[in-house]
């Protein structure tokens, strides 16, 4: 299971671009998987912290959906996004597996080289206002 965090503040979401397979090199939420005993909610903030540097607080569930990893045999992902209030530390400095992690602006999040189906899926949620 795993978590991701959709961070808006000032009509900029919260990316990061990922700097390790699967889709190294491509820009997603902040997110990974739920450690053994750890709580959703727990998960979402501490990905967040881990791969920003930013703090907050989780928020209600955005939506699911479900990845595969054709070269993990493990690699069948339910993935879990919840919104975040952003708590302090607006700069986000990217750390864990993390290469780089930024704010942008609303109207250009699908302008990026996005994971697959995330531009999609923040569209269906009403996050973005454009998937082209």
Do not use: K, N
Request: glycine content about 10%; aromatic content about 4%; some cysteine.
């Amino acid at each position: 299971m795993c978590v991701g965090a959709v961070a808006v503040d000032a009509d900029r979401l919260l990316l990061i671009r990922r700097g390790h397979a699967p889709a190294a090199g491509q820009w997603s939420v902040p997110g990974g998987r739920v450690e053994a005993g750890e709580l959703l909610a727990e998960a979402v903030v501490r990905e967040l912290l881990e791969e920003t540097g930013i703090e907050g607080v989780c928020g209600e569930l955005v939506g699911w959906v479900e990845r595969f990893d054709p070269d993990d045999p493990d690699g069948h992902h339910v993935i879990l996004d919840f919104r975040v209030a952003v708590l302090e530390g607006t700069v986000p400095i990217a750390g864990d597996d993390a290469a780089e992690a930024r704010w942008v602006p609303l109207p250009d999040v699908a302008d990026l080289d996005l994971v697959d189906g995330l531009a999609e899926f923040l569209h269906d949620h009403d996050i973005i206002p454009t998937i082209t």
